[in-house]
C-alpha cells in the first residue's frame, strides 16, 4: 500500500514509519525544517519524506501523486504538559486535523487512524471501555474527543453523498513506552536514574496504571488498518493488558529491582500534572477481537530491551 504518516518523527511516528517500510511505501510528513527529521530513513527508497505544517495538510495531494490506501495522522501540537490546558493550541489542532482528513479523501484513502489519547475518558476508578462516559479534564483530552466526533460524523456524511468511503479508526492510545521515548518520561527518567545509582523524587504513585510497549503497540495500530471487516470504522482502547494494570508504585518498584536496586526514590514530592492523578484501567476487548492482537511484551522484558537500546 501506499501509505501516509503525519507527525512522522515522533516517539510512535517513527516507530510505526520503521514497521510499515517492511512491506508498504510511506509518505512521512513532517513539519519544515524539523530538528527531528534525521530520525527518519532517507534511505530507504519506498520512504518519501514531505515538509509541511499541519495548517496545510489538506493540500497534500499537491505533493503525492499517486493514490493512497491508508492515512495515520499523529501530528498534534501541544501534547507536553505545559501545552495540555491550554484551548487555542487545542482548538487548532482540532482545525488542522479536519484538513488532514480532508487530506486524506483527497488522497482516496480507504482508512484515516487518528491518535486519540486516554485523556479522553478523564477520572474514573473501573476499567474503561470503549463505551464509558468521556469526562475529559484537560483542554487536549477535549479536543482529542472533539475531533473524533467531528470526524465520525464527516466521514458519515461522506459515505451518505457518495463522495468517499473511507472508514475513520480513533485509537486512544494508554501509556506506551519504549526505545526513543521522551527523555522527560517517568520510564525514561526512572531507568536512567536506577541506571546511574541516583535519587529521583516522584509523586504519589498511587494511582493505578497500565504501560504498552512500543513494538506491541505499532503492531495494533497496523493490525487496526488492515482488519478485514467490511467496515473498519470505530473507537478502538490501545493499551496493555489487563492482568498488569495494577499501582504505579508497584511498575516503579520493578524497574528499581529490575535495575538491580541501585539508587533511591522517594513518592509525594512532585505535584499531579494538570489533569490530576486519573487511574489508567483499560478493556482492550474489543481490539483483541476484532484484530486477533494479543500483547507480547511484558513489563520487565519491555523494560530490559529499552535500558539495552539506551546502552547500544
Not at 200 to 225: H, K, P, V
Amino acid at each position: 500500500m501506499n501509505i501516509v504518516v503525519t507527525g512522522a518523527t515522533s516517539f510512535l511516528g517513527r516507530a510505526l514509519v520503521d514497521e510499515l517500510l517492511k512491506n508498504h511505501s510511506v509518505y512521512a510528513v513532517v513539519r519544515p525544517g524539523s530538528k527531528n527529521i534525521g530520525s527518519l530513513n532517507k534511505d530507504r527508497d519506498n520512504l518519501t519524506i514531505i515538509e509541511r505544517e499541519l495548517e496545510q495538510l489538506h493540500e497534500l495531494n499537491q505533493e503525492i501523486k499517486e493514490p493512497c490506501q491508508a492515512f495515520y495522522h499523529f501530528g498534534w501540537d501541544g501534547s507536553g504538559s505545559e501545552n495540555r490546558m491550554k484551548p487555542l493550541v487545542q482548538k487548532k489542532n482540532v482545525e488542522d486535523s479536519l484538513k488532514a482528513l480532508e487530506g486524506a479523501r483527497r488522497l482516496g484513502c480507504r482508512r484515516f487512524l487518528f491518535s486519540g489519547s486516554q485523556a479522553e475518558y478523564g477520572i474514573h476508578s473501573r476499567a474503561m471501555s470503549e463505551e464509558t462516559e468521556c469526562r475529559p479534564v484537560s483542554e487536549y483530552g477535549k479536543a482529542k474527543l472533539e475531533f473524533s466526533q467531528m470526524a465520525i460524523s464527516q466521514t458519515r456524511e461522506w459515505k451518505k453523498a457518495g463522495v468517499s468511503q473511507m472508514d475513520y479508526l480513533h485509537a486512544r492510545i494508554f501509556s506506551v513506552y519504549g526505545p526513543g521515548d521522551h527523555p522527560w518520561s517517568l520510564v525514561e527518567s526512572c531507568l536512567r536514574a536506577f541506571g546511574s545509582g541516583d535519587y529521583i523524587s516522584l509523586g504519589e504513585c498511587t494511582q493505578m496504571w497500565n504501560f504498552l510497549y512500543l513494538t506491541d503497540c505499532i503492531r495494533a495500530l497496523i493490525l487496526l488498518m488492515e482488519q478485514e471487516k467490511e467496515s473498519g470504522s470505530g473507537i478502538y482502547n490501545v493499551a496493555g493488558p489487563e492482568r498488569e494494570t495494577r499501582p504505579l508504585r508497584e511498575y516503579i518498584r520493578m524497574m528499581y529491582v529490575g535495575m538491580g536496586g541501585h539508587g533511591s526514590y522517594s513518592f509525594g514530592l512532585l505535584k499531579p500534572n494538570a489533569e490530576g492523578p486519573a487511574n489508567l484501567i483499560p478493556d482492550i476487548k474489543r481490539l483483541e477481537q476484532d484484530t486477533g492482537w494479543h500483547p507480547q511484551v511484558s513489563f520487565l522484558e519491555g523494560i530490559k530491551r529499552t535500558n539495552q537500546f539506551n546502552h547500544d
